[in-house]
């Protein structure tokens, strides 16, 4: 079935470093997302990386799949306070042969301590 | 540079009320989708479009029907709200429906029913 499971909460203090995970099941997803929303905003999309590959570095984000185990992470250098927010992970799957559907985690709420 | 907007942001309704929840995109977009989202259940599937003049379902589709008369506007009416349907509406476009490309999304309508 399709599932992408996250863990709720995570804190950090500011300057750390944090890294937020997520399984999915569906192993032939072919691009898994980060989302990211803010309080009282839609979703903004952070990065995404193709399935075939392990990882994917821009700025301060760094995403690792680990296809095997179905496992993706995202890793967010010197954490600062503008990142608290709810961090969706989403893998696309076809959906009516004609549309990429996003099956969504449940969401991390990420705060960060000054 | 408005993106994907949605009007309202904030409706309150009594039980058996009807409502159409607009939401218009600038960027030439021909997939368009309407996601609700509930504590717990990140975003779920509602229906889509796969362009101008189509509509198809989603995942929970019941009690909500949709149109899409134009290709920048998607529009999603509750009939006879019911208080199941206190949620937080977002509509997302993509430029198409591959997996490869993103969906960009509005800030969101809060809708309670009592």
């Known amino acids: 079935g399709e599932d992408v499971e996250q863990s709720l909460f995570l804190s950090v203090r500011e300057g750390d470093s944090s890294v937020i995970n997520c399984t999915y099941t569906?192993?032939?997803?072919?691009?898994l997302y980060w989302y990211k929303q803010e309080p009282g905003a839609g979703l903004q999309l952070l990065t995404y990386?193709?399935?075939?590959?392990d990882m994917k570095q821009d700025q301060r984000l760094t995403v690792l799949l680990n296809k095997k185990d179905k496992h993706l992470s995202l890793r967010i250098a010197d954490t600062q306070t503008g990142d608290s927010a709810i961090y969706f992970c989403?893998?696309?799957?076809?959906?009516?042969?004609?549309?990429?559907?996003?099956?969504f985690g449940t969401g991390t709420l990420l705060a960060v301590q000054p | 540079n408005a993106g994907v907007t949605q009007t309202p942001k904030f409706r309150v309704l009594k039980t058996g009320q009807s409502m159409t929840l607009l939401c218009a995109q600038d960027?030439?977009?021909?997939?368009m989708y309407w996601y609700r989202q509930d504590p717990g259940m990140g975003l779920r599937l509602i229906h889509y479009?796969?362009?101008?003049?189509?509509?198809a379902k989603g995942e929970v589709p019941d009690g909500y029907n949709v149109s899409r008369l134009k290709k920048q506007n998607f529009l999603l009416g509750l009939e006879s709200a019911a208080p199941s349907q206190t949620s937080v509406y977002f509509c997302?476009?993509?430029?198409?429906?591959?997996?490869?490309?993103?969906?960009?999304f509005g800030d969101g309508t809060r809708l309670s029913i009592l």
């Open positions: 997302a476009s993509s430029s198409q429906g591959g997996s490869n490309q993103p969906q960009h």
């Open positions: 569906d192993s032939s997803s072919t691009y």
């Open positions: 990386i193709f399935s075939n590959m």
């Open positions: 989403a893998e696309s799957m076809g959906y009516g042969g004609a549309t990429n559907k996003l099956i």
């Open positions: 960027m030439n977009h021909e997939y």
């Open positions: 479009s796969v362009g101008e003049g189509t509509t």
